[in-house]
């Protein structure tokens, strides 16, 4: 089948209010305008330089999609990450949140963020530990910051070939979700938790993902 197709039937198949970004990682901007054709609004870049590339190869048909940062994001790269992304999924730590803000708010831009979960705490993988007291404690903490609007939750989650096996991980991230919103923080509104890759995607929308971020499913197997 063709990415169009593909992206169709799944779009079709995925439920309505759950969205579902495309992760581009080794992708051409030939497949990545094919699915833009066929629907796609949100597109995810984990390494600012893959980005500019295709944003440039996109030229004018860029303005038409979001943009999301999923990769670490390094301090040295906040600067020109500003210049073309919407959204930086990956943020863990208030120092960090500090630095973009810093820089934000220097060249009057405004953007939204999300707290990067390492719910299994696996030593490979970025982000903050699923402890409420530290998440809520950023999420607080991040609210204050001018130009960051705090409004999701992501997580990558431990890859087992059983999705089933995730399960109780994309559990555990929707219920720190729900108490961070619970708490009403004044200025925060939570609405997007970001769960779910093309193996897992089914069971993350039936643990209540919002967000699915799909590659392989769509474009097919990866080049290396
Ligand atoms: C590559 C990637 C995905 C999508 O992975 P697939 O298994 O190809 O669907 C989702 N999220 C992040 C952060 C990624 O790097």
């Given at each position: 089948m063709s990415i169009q197709s593909t992206y169709r039937e799944i779009r079709k198949a995925v439920p309505a209010d759950v969205d579902i970004l495309l992760?581009?990682?080794?992708?051409t901007p030939d497949e990545v305008l094919a699915a833009i054709d066929a629907g796609a609004r949100d597109l995810g870049h984990n390494y600012v330089q893959e980005a500019e590339s295709m944003a440039a190869a996109l030229?004018?048909?860029?303005?038409?999609v979001r943009w999301h940062m999923i990769g670490p994001l390094q301090k040295n790269k906040i600067n020109k990450a500003l210049r073309l992304?919407?959204?930086?999924q990956t943020v863990h730590s208030f120092k960090q949140a500090q630095e973009i803000q810093k820089r934000a708010e220097a060249i009057g831009k405004h953007l939204k963020v999300y707290i990067e979960v390492n719910i299994a705490e696996e030593s490979a993988k970025s982000g903050v530990p699923p402890e409420q007291e530290i998440l809520e404690k950023l999420a607080r903490e991040i609210s204050?910051?001018?130009?960051?609007?705090?409004?999701g939750l992501m997580t990558m989650g431990p890859f087992y070939e059983d999705p089933e096996a995730i399960r109780p991980y994309f559990r555990k991230t929707r219920q720190i979700f729900d108490h961070i919103r619970s708490?009403?923080?004044?200025g925060l509104d939570l609405t997007v938790l970001s769960m779910g890759m093309s193996d897992s995607y089914r069971v993350a929308i039936e643990e209540g993902s919002t967000m699915i971020r799909l590659g392989t499913i769509v474009f097919g197997p990866r080049r290396a």
């Open positions: 992760a581009c990682k080794t992708r030229g004018e048909r860029s303005g038409a992304f919407d959204v930086i204050g910051l001018r130009n960051l609007r705090l409004e708490l009403k923080v004044p």
